[in-house]
């Protein structure tokens, strides 16, 4: 099997594997790192997205042979202790339900407000829609991209959006 030099999170690891491996289960396979999460298998659901050179990918769908030389970031790797701002709103809004699909959901946020401070409603659907959540927290994600951005949320008189 050839070897892959790969970073994640700012460290250097040497992967032999075979060229299609997806990402994620070197990831959580090789790394262990488990933050990461196996959802469809087929770059559907968004549980699996990491960051690659900054830009949100599904690593359940993406070989490491495409990877290689690439800095890739993980839900690990944002923060250690839960301190980046959208993790500190998820917190403070009370997103996860489940949880199951939270690492995509956040680190699809991440990179929409690295390439977008101060996104609208229509710009966070369209950063968010491929990232599934099952128990229907999208207008707490909603809201935490907006507190993390520093973006008043308004809601009606039922507390919805």
């Known amino acids: 099997m050839p070897t892959y030099n790969l ?7 040497a992967i032999n594997a075979d060229a299609q491996m997806p990402l994620l289960w070197v990831i959580r396979d090789i790394v262990g790192l488990t933050g990461t999460k196996y959802g469809c298998g087929i770059a559907q659901c968004g549980a699996c997205t990491v960051h690659l050179n900054g830009a949100p990918i599904r690593s359940c769908s993406f070989p490491i042979s495409a990877v290689e030389g690439q800095p890739v970031t993980t839900i690990e790797g944002i923060s250690s202790n839960n301190t980046h701002p959208v993790q500190k709103a998820w917190i403070a809004e009370q997103v996860p339900q489940c949880g199951y699909c939270q690492s995509g959901q956040i680190m699809s946020a991440v990179a929409l407000l690295k390439t977008n401070a ?39 008189t039922h507390g919805n959006q």
């Not at 829609?129 to 909603?142: D, F, S, V």
């Open 118 to 156: 101060h996104p609208t409603d229509a710009d966070i659907d369209a950063a968010m829609q491929g990232n599934i959540c099952r128990c229907g927290t999208y207008p707490r994600i909603r809201k935490a991209i907006k507190r993390a951005a520093g973006i008043p949320f308004k809601t009606n």
């Open 7 to 13: 970073s994640v999170n700012e460290k250097k690891y």
